[in-house]
C-alpha cells in the first residue's frame, strides 16, 4: 500500500499506549498517548485540550420540561428567536419515549415560529404536535390544526388548508363539542385561512439561481473543464463563455463538520439552521433541521460518533479527515483495499464521480493532492491520525468495546488511511460559513454591513469537495462562492470569456494589499495575472478623468453608477445586484481598472446576502431588508441602456 510519505506500518508498531515514529522528535523515537497530547497542546499554542475525557449529557425528562417551561415564557414575552432556541435545548434532552412531552415541545416551538412568521417550520411542528398528544386534548389540538390551516395559506398550499380545516372539523364532531361552540371555533378558523391568503408568500427557495447546464458530473456546468499542467496542477478553464451571475459548481461534499459551538443551533448533517429541530433519539449533542437529515445522519456518521462527538479535539484538518472514516464502516474499507493503492492527483471530474455512490466519493478523496512537507509536518499528522485512532477505538468503529487499543492490522491500515487523507484535507477543506445578526455598527447600508469590526460572518463548519478544490486562486477572482447548508455554490462574478481560467480566491484582493504580503498570507507564490504582472493597489489603479466621464459614451455608466450608490447606501440588495450584473459591459475598460472593482464588490455582497447560510437570527433580517426594499426592483431588471 503505497500513500507517499514517511507514513508507513512501523509508525505505529509499538504496542500502546506508545507509538513509534520513522525518525526522531527530541531526541525520542518513541511517544505515550500523554506526548501525542503534548505535541497538539504545542501545535495549537497551548490551547485547552481534553484527551477523551468529556462525556455528553444524558437524556432527562426534568430538564427537558424546565427548558419547554422557559421556552413558553419567552413566547408569552413575544421574544420568539430565544424561544426556539430554548424550546430546541428541550427536544435535545427529552428521552424519545416520552411521546405527549415532546408534543408539548414542539407545539410551544409552532407558537415561537408562528410568532416570528417562520411559516414552514410551524407547519412542520403542528403536525408533528398532532402526532404526539393524544385525541383527548381536543381545544388544543384544535389550536394546532388552525395554526397549521393558517400556515398553508400563508404559503398559497391551499388544498393542504383545507385538509387541515376538514380534519379539525371531524376531530370536534367526534368529541361531541357543543355545536355553538364548535361552530365558533370553525369560524375563526376560516377567518384566519382568509387572513392567510392575503399575506401569502412565495418559497424563498424558488429564487436562488440553480445549475441549468450541467455536463455529465451533474455537480458541474458543461461550460469548464479540467487542465493539468507540470508546475501549475489541475486547474479548470472554460470552454463557452459563461455570463455574470451563471452558475459554474452547485457541489455536495464528500464529507462535513459542524463546528462543536454550532452543535445546539445547526443542523449536524447539512448545517442549516435546525428550527423545527428533530433530535437524536439516543444522545443530547446534535439536532437535526429534518426527519430526512436525522436519517442520512442515522445510517452514516452518526452511528459511530453518537455519543462521542466530545472524545476527539476538533484541531485542524483532524474533523472532516475523520468524517471521512467514521461515514462508512471498517467492513466497506476493508473490502475496497484495492481503491487505496494508486493515487492519482491528476484526477479531474469524471462519469466515474459523478454519482452519490461512496465507493466514488471516497475515491474522489483519496485522490485529492496531499501535502509533502518536512519531517515536523510528518509528525504531526501522525500525531492526528493517532488521536483519530484512540477515538475511533472509544467509538467501538472496530468492534473491540471494552479491549485495550492494540495496534494490529486492521487499526494500521485504518491508521494509513487516515494519515493520507489528513494531508489532503488540509490541501483542500473549505470553510462554510453563514450570516450572523449585524453588529452595533451596521447603519442601514450594504457596506456597514460588511466593513464593521464586529465580523457578519462566521465559520460554521469545513467541507471536503473534490470539484471546487481543482479552481486554482486568483487574486483578481471571476467567481463568487457562497454555502447553502453544506452545499458550495460557485458563480460567475463577471463574464467569462471561452479560454479563460475559472478561478477561486482563498486569500486577499490585488487591489488590497501588495503582492508579498498576499504571498505570505496564502503561503505559496500565486501565479495569478494580477501577481505575474504585479498590478497596482486600489489607490494607484487607472481611472476616468473628469472629461471622459462627460463624455455621451461614458453616461449610461455614469447613471448607473449613481443608481448603484443609491442603492447600496439604502440597503437596497436586490437593486444592487442587478445593477452591478449589468455594469461591467458599460464600462468599456480592460482590468485592472478602478471603474470594474466596486460592481463588482457589490455584485459578491448582494449575492452572498441573497442566498448564502443565515443564522436565524440573520434570516429575519434579510426578510425585513427585502420586505422594505421597491417592490419595483423586485419584480423587474432595471433597464439600463448599454455603452
Known amino acids: 500500500m503505497n500513500m507517499g510519505g514517511h507514513f508507513q506500518i512501523q509508525i505505529f508498531q509499538d504496542c500502546p499506549p506508545a507509538i513509534t515514529f520513522k525518525g526522531s522528535f527530541q531526541e525520542k523515537k518513541s511517544f505515550s498517548q500523554q506526548d501525542i497530547h503534548e505535541r497538539l497542546k504545542q501545535i495549537h499554542g497551548n490551547s485547552q485540550i481534553s484527551w477523551c475525557e468529556q462525556t455528553a449529557a444524558a437524556k432527562n425528562l426534568k430538564a427537558s420540561v424546565a427548558a419547554r417551561e422557559a421556552g413558553a415564557v419567552l413566547v408569552k414575552h413575544g421574544e420568539g428567536l430565544a424561544a426556539v432556541t430554548k424550546l430546541n435545548a428541550a427536544m435535545r434532552l427529552v428521552p424519545v419515549s416520552e411521546h405527549e412531552e415532546i408534543g408539548w415541545i414542539v407545539a410551544t416551538r409552532s407558537a415561537a415560529t408562528y410568532l416570528i412568521g417562520l411559516s414552514e417550520e410551524c407547519y412542520k411542528d403542528c403536525k408533528l404536535a398532532l402526532e404526539c398528544l393524544p385525541l383527548s386534548l381536543t381545544l388544543q389540538r384544535f389550536k394546532l390544526w388552525d395554526r397549521a390551516a393558517t400556515c398553508s395559506s400563508i404559503m398559497g398550499r391551499i388544498m393542504e388548508a383545507s385538509d387541515a380545516f376538514e380534519a379539525a372539523s371531524e376531530e370536534l364532531k367526534q368529541f361531541s363539542i357543543a355545536e355553538h361552540i364548535r361552530d365558533k371555533l370553525l369560524q375563526t378558523m376560516k377567518d384566519n385561512l382568509e387572513k392567510g391568503k392575503n399575506n401569502e408568500r412565495k418559497s424563498e427557495s424558488k429564487e436562488h439561481p440553480t445549475l441549468n447546464n450541467p455536463g455529465e458530473n451533474k455537480m458541474v456546468t458543461k461550460k469548464v473543464f479540467v487542465v493539468h499542467n507540470e508546475g501549475v496542477g489541475r486547474h479548470v478553464k472554460a470552454v463557452e463563455d459563461i455570463a455574470v451571475g451563471e452558475v459554474i459548481v452547485q457541489e455536495d461534499p464528500i464529507s462535513s463538520v459542524l463546528h462543536l459551538s454550532k452543535l445546539e443551533t445547526n443542523c449536524s448533517n447539512c448545517m442549516r439552521p435546525a428550527i423545527a429541530g428533530i433530535a437524536?433519539?439516543?444522545?443530547?449533542?446534535?439536532?437535526?433541521?429534518?426527519?430526512?437529515?436525522?436519517?442520512?445522519?442515522?445510517?452514516?456518521?452518526?452511528k459511530v460518533e453518537c455519543g462521542h462527538l466530545l472524545l476527539f479535539p476538533p484541531l485542524g484538518p483532524l474533523c472532516p479527515a475523520f468524517r471521512l472514516i467514521t461515514s462508512r464502516s471498517l467492513e466497506f474499507f476493508i473490502k475496497n483495499k484495492n481503491m487505496f493503492e494508486d493515487h492519482n492527483p491528476c484526477a479531474g471530474w469524471d462519469k466515474e464521480k459523478m454519482t452519490d455512490d461512496e465507493r466514488h466519493l471516497i475515491r474522489a478523496a483519496f485522490n485529492m493532492q496531499v501535502c509533502e512537507k518536512d519531517k515536523e509536518y510528518v509528525l504531526n499528522m501522525t500525531a492526528y491520525a493517532y488521536v483519530a485512532l484512540c477515538s475511533l477505538h472509544k467509538m467501538d468503529f472496530f468492534g473491540k468495546r471494552g479491549k485495550p487499543l492494540e495496534l494490529q492490522e486492521d487499526e494500521l491500515y485504518i491508521g494509513q488511511l487516515l494519515y493520507h487523507f489528513l494531508r489532503g484535507v488540509e490541501e483542500n477543506s473549505h470553510e462554510i460559513v453563514q450570516f450572523e445578526e449585524p453588529g452595533l455598527e451596521y447603519c442601514g447600508t450594504l457596506d456597514s454591513l460588511y466593513d464593521g469590526d464586529e465580523p457578519v460572518i462566521s465559520v460554521i463548519g469545513a467541507a471536503l469537495n473534490s470539484i471546487t478544490s481543482l479552481f486554482n486562486n486568483s487574486c483578481d477572482v471571476n467567481t463568487i462562492k457562497y454555502h447553502q447548508g453544506n452545499s458550495t455554490v460557485m458563480m460567475a462574478k463577471r463574464n467569462?470569456?471561452?479560454?479563460?481560467?475559472?478561478?477561486?480566491?482563498?486569500?486577499?484582493h490585488f487591489f488590497q494589499s501588495p503582492k508579498e504580503a498576499r504571498h505570505q498570507m496564502l503561503g505559496f507564490p500565486c501565479q495569478?495575472?494580477?501577481?505575474?504582472?504585479?498590478?497596482?493597489?486600489?489607490?494607484?489603479?487607472?481611472?476616468?478623468?473628469?472629461?471622459q466621464l462627460g463624455q455621451r459614451s461614458k453616461k449610461p455608466w455614469v447613471v448607473a453608477k449613481d443608481k448603484l450608490d443609491s442603492a447600496v447606501n439604502n440597503m437596497r440588495v436586490i437593486e444592487t445586484m442587478q445593477i452591478c450584473k449589468q455594469m461591467g459591459d458599460m464600462v468599456g475598460v480592460i482590468p485592472p481598472h478602478n471603474a470594474l472593482v466596486m460592481p463588482e464588490m457589490y455584485f459578491h455582497y448582494s449575492s452572498v446576502f441573497l442566498y448564502g447560510n443565515k443564522s436565524l437570527s440573520f434570516r429575519l433580517f434579510s426578510e425585513r431588508i427585502i420586505k422594505q426594499e421597491n417592490p419595483i426592483s423586485n419584480k423587474k431588471v432595471l433597464k439600463l441602456k448599454k455603452k
Not at 437524536?280 to 452518526?302: N, Y
Request: net charge negative.
Open 280 to 302: 437524536c433519539e439516543s444522545c443530547t449533542e446534535v439536532i437535526f433541521c429534518s426527519r430526512e437529515c436525522k436519517m442520512k445522519a442515522g445510517q452514516t456518521f452518526h
Open 496 to 508: 467569462i470569456k471561452a479560454g479563460e481560467e475559472v478561478t477561486d480566491f482563498y486569500g486577499q
Open 528 to 547: 495569478c495575472i494580477p501577481c505575474k504582472e504585479s498590478w497596482p493597489l486600489m489607490t494607484n489603479l487607472p481611472k476616468f478623468s473628469t472629461s
